[in-house]
């Protein structure tokens, strides 16, 4: 289960905006409910918090987390590699 301070933090590093790319991972998985259909975006919102518990979900939630994270610190590179060059004067 995803806790409350985790809750929050995944709110900032998601910006809002998860349900959509948890259900592209989850099809791309191939993870589908009991019945045989993809997982629906207030499922997935419920179990992000708290409500009900899908571990499959949460896994994806997870998968996303570490993905955003990398993109954030990738940019955070890029940008430090442009504003610590010596050429800009």
Known sequence: M??????????????????EDVLKI????NIRNRN?????APYIRMVFQGIRNNSDIEAAIWQLAEK????????K??????????TLR
Request: hydrophobic share 30%; aromatic share 8%; proline share 2%.
């Open 2 to 19: 995803i806790t409350e301070t985790e809750q929050k933090q995944l709110k900032l590093l998601f910006n809002g905006h998860y349900t």
């Open 26 to 29: 989850l099809n791309d998985k």
């Open 36 to 40: 045989g259909k993809p997982h629906s």
């Open 68 to 75: 955003k994270k990398q993109a954030l610190a990738w940019k």
């Open 77 to 86: 590179l890029q940008k430090s590699k442009v504003f610590n060059n010596n």
